[in-house]
């Protein structure tokens, strides 16, 4: 890495979007959510990720949230997702984003026909042909269906279309393994970001540049007392240890499922996902609900 | 199954849907493939299945796509593949296809985050609350990532939301156990049919009631053909073996792909992909040109 830190670096908060069951977002609300955000630690928002529900609103609902949290975020750097299936709606979204006030894209190679390695060639480049933001590559094989090699990976960041990486947790938990790797074939200055935050804390200390994370996104103080523990392996293991019961609930019913309960059990309000996707029963909030008191996690801490 | 077809019986032909880069669609040359395919043995059309792209057109051209269709189809029927990520829009093309003039609705689970069964259930029952026309369960879970299970579509099958399913291909090539297994349990007047036309000549055999056939919606006469032979293991088993060089190449580079190639090289126009999804290679289209020889596939088979 340079000497400065680059808008992918560093831990980044990723926010769910309230909205309609229509897909219109509440801006007073997300505003509040963003505004909630922005504070000493978290380097980035990340909008309109997984968390977020990009793939559930339209470019224009897309838009208007980008400008809110914008506007919210204050001096804290904007990310937001573009992915779509189409390429000239990734495009139209970049170019969105980037008028709304974005300082970094996110793009998923999301598909309903699985994308071969030659779309999603395709793909990367006409984004980064049509914009001048960079570009993290956002690789979420669960959601689409595209599992981006190391190889691959090195072949975009050697191309120079692509600046940071989103990656899953390494394969069989060899972050250390994976990061010495990537590290030794792409770009000095290339940011290397993970998401899953209940493995978070090996790939914090194996190197990662960046924590992409559903958790600094709800309960940012939280996420910051981890991010800056990642050079104490003591504390990390403390604070990781401590937070077992949510990641449990993380890994059993996705995560994303289960922060939306948690925005509301907090005290942030009431956030759905988009239907047909369910609230979790009350057997499993209850189970959220016993895990925050377990790691004296109250409506305070996320104010 | 009863005395009378119902709308789901039979062969379908699923053609694809020429739109420009932006998904506008080509009404003049959609109105030609689908007037193409108005004839003897094709029991019904699906339009926006997953070789019509549905994923990636508006609901606006969605409809138009539909209403062409039913103008241009005559007296053959007009199956509308209505899948979304959301269940109101869901909801919208299902209406908007009734208005169409559609006769029955394809609804596949697809997803963006993961659906649980739980999620499929409150989506079928929502689509089903809101129209009238009859559903047949899209199951395809290479592009849906839900794998609907057998126990799952009984239950479906008897709350009466659906009345039909499209399945994949049995597993383990098992279609006589799937549906002996399945007809013992649904009502008698389910239908049961079958997508995936590499092995569909043992879906038949087995007794399948409908065949989703994506050779039908670009090259109906061979359908046709195969589909008569059904009662004739002979005759089914000697379509099937002269078939053989295109069921390859379907499962090797997957048959949407290939067959958007091929309506092109009989004649009937250049119908692309939507990007980043990019036309297959040089050397696999030689490959299809030599296969539709060697089956001895002119353009004059598909006028």
Redesign the interface.
Known sequence: MGFELTIFEGLSAFPVTPAD???VVDCDHFGRLIDHLSRDGIASIGVLG?TGGY??LTTDERSRAIAIAVEAAGTTPVLAGIGA????DVIANARNAKMAGAQGLLLA??S?????N???D??VQ?VADATDLPICFYNNP??T?FNLSEDHLVRLANAGTISAVKNPPAPEGDFTGQINRLRAAVPSDFCLGYSGDASISEALAAGADAWYSVLAGTLPNIAVELWNARADTTKLSAMNARLAPLWRLFDAH?S??VIHEIVDMVGLGDVK??????PLNTAVRSDIENALSAMEIKKSMAA
Chains 1, 2 share one sequence.
């Open positions: 069951c229509e897909g997984s793939m559930y299936l189409r390429t000239n190679p999301v309903y026909l699985p994308l071969t030659a779309d999603v395709s793909l006409d669960g959601t269906k996705g994303i499922r996902l988009p239907p047909p996707l369910l």
